[in-house]
T-cell receptor, first 114, second 110 residues
């Protein structure tokens, strides 16, 4: 158990709907990352936060994607107007910054867009 | 650019050693990691090595880093059926953002 929890674990939605995922890291994780993993591939970086500040966003994060970490604790990832290509596992990762970048992955939210 | 490459599949017999290889392109990498993913489970950090080291040993795991050739390997001694999983190599360059390879599926035959 890495201490990072994600909800929901599975989400099935129809194309065009909006979805929101939540991640709860442990309190010591001042850095929080979102990755996306599709079948047969390694995780791809989407964005990360240092406390509540969003410091980097990948080119993969289109305008339909938005992430927040309002109080530097939990984080949400919203996808608007979902497309079938958004189907993937969305992974949240916690890290204690200032060390060796040891990153602890949550179990992920599997999104299926029909 | 940043790119991490791994072979896709490795099959070994129980009790043998497994060696999983990885190459990366960015010479600025500061840390390199090995993660394990079992079916239906999340990624588990196995071990990592700082770029100024060339070897790290942790129980049955040995990580070798050849910085000149940009080559990283993970050796698992006395491989067990419970080691069957996908193994991901990853690098980071100071920011903490991880760049992953596509994963190597390790199959351990009894």
């Amino acid at each position: 158990d890495t201490g990072v929890s994600q909800n929901p674990r599975h989400k099935i939605t129809k194309r065009g709907q909006n979805v929101t995922f939540r991640c709860d890291p442990i309190s010591e994780h001042n850095r929080l990352y979102w990755y996306r993993q599709t079948l047969g591939q390694g995780p791809e970086f989407l964005t990360y936060f240092q406390n509540e500040a969003q410091l980097e966003k990948s080119r993969l994060l289109s305008d339909r994607f938005s992430a927040e970490r309002p109080k530097g604790s939990f984080s949400t990832l919203e996808i608007q107007r979902t497309e079938q290509g958004d189907s993937a596992m969305y992974l949240c990762v916690g890290e204690i910054a200032g060390g060796s970048y040891e990153q602890y992955f949550g179990p992920g939210t599997r999104l299926t867009v029909t | 650019g940043e790119d991490v490459e791994q072979s896709l599949f490795l099959s070994v017999r129980e009790g043998d050693s497994s060696v999983i290889n990885c190459t990366y392109t960015d010479s600025s990498s500061t840390y390199l990691y090995w993660y394990k993913q079992e079916p239906g489970a999340g990624l588990q950090l196995l071990t990592y090595i700082f770029s100024n080291m060339d070897m790290k040993q942790d129980q049955r795991l040995t990580v070798l880093l050849n910085k000149k050739d940009k080559h990283l390997s993970l050796r698992i001694a006395d491989t067990q059926t419970g080691d069957s999983a996908i193994y991901f190599c990853a690098e980071t360059i100071n920011t903490g953002k991880l760049i992953f390879g596509q994963g190597t599926t390790l199959q351990v035959k009894p």
